[in-house]
């Protein structure tokens, strides 16, 4: 069990940059492929970008590839994700996400979430 805390969000311009952070609560940070996903009103939830736990690649939804990064420090627990070049259609709640020693990085595998960070960018 694991619990997330998002933190980060909030209203920007177009153009703007954000940075997200996410503190894990548990000793064994280091065997979880973490996530960001997020949801737009009216909109199904997205995969936005994941890292793993083994190697540490990173994956990114064609949106915000380019303008994302998602990296994360073992020693601190935490994920991060850096967006910049914002968009008003990021507009959405972004949600941290974490698997248990788990390679799959598809929106519904995703077992523990955080209670989401609101991030909206107007035009």
């Not at 492929?33 to 190697?55: C, D, H, N, Y």
Request: contains cysteine; charged residues 20%.
């Amino acid at each position: 069990q694991v619990q997330l805390v998002e933190s980060g969000g909030g209203s920007v311009q177009a153009g703007d940059s954000l940075r997200l952070s996410c503190a894990a609560s548990t000793q064994t940070f280091s065997r979880y492929t973490m996530g960001w996903l997020r949801q737009a009103p009216g909109k199904e939830r997205e995969f936005v970008a994941a890292i793993k736990w083994s190697g540490g690649n990173t994956y990114y939804s064609d949106s915000v590839k380019g303008r994302f990064t998602i990296s994360r420090d073992n020693a601190k627990n935490s994920v991060y994700l850096q967006m910049n070049s914002l968009k008003p259609e990021d507009t959405a709640v972004y949600y941290c996400v974490a698997n248990y020693f788990s390679s799959r990085i598809d929106a519904s595998s995703f077992e523990y979430w955080g209670q989401g960070t609101q991030v909206t960018v107007s035009s």
